[in-house]
């Protein structure tokens, strides 16, 4: 089981790989930085294409990345990091691609005039 899901893992980043050094494709820069642009716009529903439940996601993978609470479960299983690292992996590569997807939706579909605004 955890070794399909390591390869799942690598296969998905891989594919993230290829998606972001494609010609024409948004770069890593522009990606990341379109990330908090695509969060308000997605709660703000301008942007359909990252759901509530997703950001709710994102939100979940980053506290556990950062949470001190599964420490625990590391010092019991001595699996160390790893868990974290597949998180950070996943998330890592969830993002960039939705990223990109987000920047193409602006490309073809420009954000409305409120979405300009600060805060």
Not at 28 to 55: C, E, F, N, Q, W
Request: charged letters at 20%.
């Amino acid at each position: 089981m955890a070794k399909a899901a390591k390869g799942g893992r690598a296969a998905a980043t891989w594919r993230a790989y290829r998606e972001v050094s494609q010609p024409g494709s948004p770069g890593v820069g522009s990606r990341i930085k379109a990330m908090p642009r695509m969060l308000r716009a997605a709660l703000r529903g301008d942007y359909h294409g990252l759901t509530r439940g997703k950001v709710a996601m994102f939100g979940a993978a980053l506290a556990y990345i950062i949470s001190p609470i599964d420490v625990v479960p590391e010092l019991l299983l001595g699996i160390g990091v790893v868990d974290d690292f597949g998180v950070f992996l996943w998330l890592t590569t969830a993002l960039l691609g939705e990223s990109g997807r987000y920047v193409e939706w602006e490309r073809q579909d420009p954000p409305p005039p409120h979405a300009n605004r600060p805060g």
